[in-house]
């Protein structure tokens, strides 16, 4: 799914009315009709009698919120109604506010310096702005915003209010703090963002019919990566393929303490549909390898505790390399000796592979094309040095793909792939009881995996993000994110692959 910019969102906006033969007060009222339902779903059919505060600002949000508290006024719930003072207000906002009027529902105005006096308990409904927001608030705004985040329940209408939909936004400017979002059509940048962290604990995109058209011509390098983009992607199996159609994976990695990091990866790569997984390890993983985990074909290197050369991976479709591998220094040469080499293999680099990379910026330019690298934030920072907020990280991230023609994961949340031709992927899956130990080992060995049967670079990086957080979600369900483990991500893929397939039937 495209994410349009703010900018892009207005035009699209105004197509849709065009196309659709509507005027722009029909789209705010399906706007509003959403938040609506799913207030009516999320909120109502628990709790009817609660009770609700609108804070309305003087644009097209603001009119959101107006039209909002009409339809929650005709269903029979309290509504209290706060609009920002101002001498203009947009079309469609003074269309809701004289509909207010005409049901003599009361509007109280406020003013940046007062003190409102609403039910702190009711539900906080937040329309003051949506992504009209040119810049980030001023100081003003923070007694409004300070009074609404002393509620316990805000709703917010699009975005956080003060959080700017794709531009920057400081720590240190007003922003509302929501419980949930209600955005339009796409998630806004902003929510995927890991520095919105405080501004909202959860968002839903609501679907208010855009125009597809409008939408489809407009021109970005961002997107969001969801069921339906996984559903294309998904290699379907043949009745006659045999196990050497899906290729040959070797992952290289382990270390004395640091053997059950291989093995994670290398069941995961299996358990992603390999037609052969190899692991490379030091000899003191053996017996416990062969033991866990009898399907896979393993090779240990001539020392017990590290390793201290590379097997030929001319023979593999594609290498995963450094889970738990250590960087004793007879392993970082043996790994620069590697990269040196000349290979014909798919590789992605994890987790000491990167921390070696990292440390030895000259390797670089070694980098075969398309190599995916899976950095933890600290290794980022080396990578791509420090940056000053997360746009500023993107931007760097991007530069350090274009420049080495490589695809690099910033993990977190709503994982973000980026790729050399400056297309990026927010990932919709996953969940936090997925930041657990060994839970990288798991996506190394599905992002390996998918490199050797076949998929693209840049697919087996979106869609093995995306397979990842969906086993992660089921493995969710059955433990909760408290206990879930990483081996229990393993043992969800199966369910991740029947819900892409939209299948658990098999004849
Ligand atoms: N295409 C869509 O997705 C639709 C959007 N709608 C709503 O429209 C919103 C966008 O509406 P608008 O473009 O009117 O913008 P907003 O309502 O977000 O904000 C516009 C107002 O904020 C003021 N403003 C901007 N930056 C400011 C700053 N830093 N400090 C103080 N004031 C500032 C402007 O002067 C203007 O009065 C969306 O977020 C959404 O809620 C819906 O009504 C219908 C469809
Ligand atoms: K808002």
Redesign the pocket.
């Known amino acids: 799914m495209k994410i349009p910019s703010a900018q892009q969102?207005?035009s699209?906006?105004k197509q849709?009315i065009l196309k659709q033969g509507i005027a722009s007060f029909d789209?705010?009222e399906?706007?509003a009709r959403a938040v609506f339902e799913a207030i009516r779903e999320d909120i109502l059919s628990k709790a009817p009698a609660t009770s609700f505060t609108v804070i309305a600002?003087?644009?097209?949000?603001?009119?959101?919120g107006l039209a909002l508290a009409r339809m929650l006024f005709l269903s029979g719930i309290t509504v209290q109604v706060y609009l920002y003072k101002?001498e203009t207000y947009?079309a469609?906002n003074l269309y809701n506010q004289q509909k207010l009027a005409e049901l003599g529902i009361k509007m109280e105005y406020f003013d940046l310096s007062d003190q409102l006096s609403f039910d702190r308990n009711s539900v906080l409904v937040d329309a003051l702005?949506?992504?009209?927001?040119?810049?980030?608030?001023?100081e003003e705004?923070r007694g409004i915003t300070e009074q609404i985040n002393t509620c316990k329940n805000v709703i917010s209408?699009?975005?956080p209010s003060g959080l700017r939909a794709d531009g920057k936004t400081e720590k240190r400017n007003p922003v509302v703090r929501a419980q949930m979002v209600y955005t339009?059509?796409v998630p806004k940048v902003a929510l995927l963002l890991p520095q919105s962290a405080d501004s909202m604990e959860q968002f839903q995109v609501l679907d208010?019919g855009?125009d597809e058209e409008a939408v489809q011509e407009v021109e970005t390098d961002v997107y969001y990566y969801t069921l339906s983009d996984a559903k294309k992607d998904l290699k379907k199996r043949r009745k006659f393929d045999h196990k050497g159609t899906y290729g040959h994976a070797l992952i290289v990695g382990g270390s004395f303490g640091k053997i059950g990091a291989a093995m994670m990866s290398t069941k995961s790569a299996l358990k992603t549909g390999c037609g052969m997984v190899t692991a490379y390890i030091p000899k003191c993983g053996y017996t416990a390898f062969q033991s866990y985990f009898p399907e896979a074909m393993v090779l240990t290197d001539a020392y017990d505790d590290h390793i201290t050369s590379f097997p030929s991976v001319n023979l593999y479709s594609a290498t995963g390399i450094g889970v738990g591998m250590g960087k004793v220094e007879e392993t970082v040469a043996a790994f620069v000796l590697f990269l040196k080499k000349k290979k014909d293999t798919r590789l992605i680099l994890d987790a000491d592979a990167i921390n070696i990379l990292s440390e030895n910026p000259e390797l670089f330019d070694l980098l075969p094309t398309n190599t995916i690298l899976t950095p933890h934030p600290k290794e980022l920072e080396r990578l791509i040095g420090t940056w000053t907020n997360d746009l500023d990280k993107i931007e760097k991230a991007k530069g350090f793909c274009a420049k080495y023609h490589c695809i690099l994961l910033i993990k977190g949340a709503h994982t973000l792939t980026l790729l050399p031709s400056g297309k990026m992927y927010f990932n919709s899956t996953g969940n936090e009881g997925m930041a657990t130990a060994g839970s990288g080992d798991v996506l190394t060995g599905i992002l390996t995996s998918l490199l050797a049967q076949g998929y693209a670079a840049e697919k087996a990086a979106v869609f093995g993000v995306f397979l990842h957080g969906l086993a992660g979600d089921h493995a969710k369900k059955q433990y909760g994110a408290q206990s879930m483990t990483a081996t229990d991500i393993i043992s969800h893929l199966s369910d991740a692959y029947f819900t892409i397939s939209d299948s658990d039937i098999t004849f």
Not at 57 to 64: A, E, K, L, R
Not at 129 to 138: C, P
């Open positions: 969102l207005k699209i906006d849709t789209l705010m399906r706007a600002g003087s644009g097209n949000n603001g009119g959101d101002k947009s469609d702005f949506g992504f009209g927001l040119t810049h980030a608030l001023s705004w209408v699009d975005l339009f059509q208010i855009l």
